[in-house]
């Protein structure tokens, strides 16, 4: 799975359990796994690559947080912090998350299709 493949498959992810703004995933009375809660963008990356550090080593995990986290103007270096706070801004709602997801993997594809 590339970053790509990733953005996509995390947002549809988060279109079927919901997005969570208080953590990764969703924990308040709901007794389902981490899988089946709503979550984050952090959180729905980790379900559909599980087992892949978004902190050690290269992944297309991390490569596509990173891609976020350059759309967004933030740079790569904090992505992860820098896109739990904006995933965590009351103002951004789930449309706006899926948005900005679909977005990146289709920019990600994009350049993939022209190199």
Not at 77 to 96: F, L, S
Request: aromatic share 6%; proline share 3%; glycine share 6%.
């Amino acid at each position: 799975m590339n970053a790509e493949q990733v953005l996509r498959a995390a947002a549809d992810h988060i279109e079927t359990v919901g997005l969570n703004q208080d953590g990764h995933y969703y924990r308040s009375g709901v007794e389902a796994p981490d899988s089946q809660r709503p979550c984050c963008v952090v959180g729905a990356i980790r379900v559909v690559t599980p087992r892949v550090s978004l902190f050690v080593g290269e992944s297309a995990s991390r490569d596509a947080l990173a891609a976020v986290a350059r759309d967004l103007g933030y740079g790569e270096r904090y992505a992860h912090d820098r896109i739990v706070a904006w995933n965590d801004d009351p103002q951004i709602t789930q449309e706006v998350v899926l948005r900005r997801m679909r977005a990146t993997a289709d920019r990600l594809k994009a350049e993939e299709a022209a190199a």
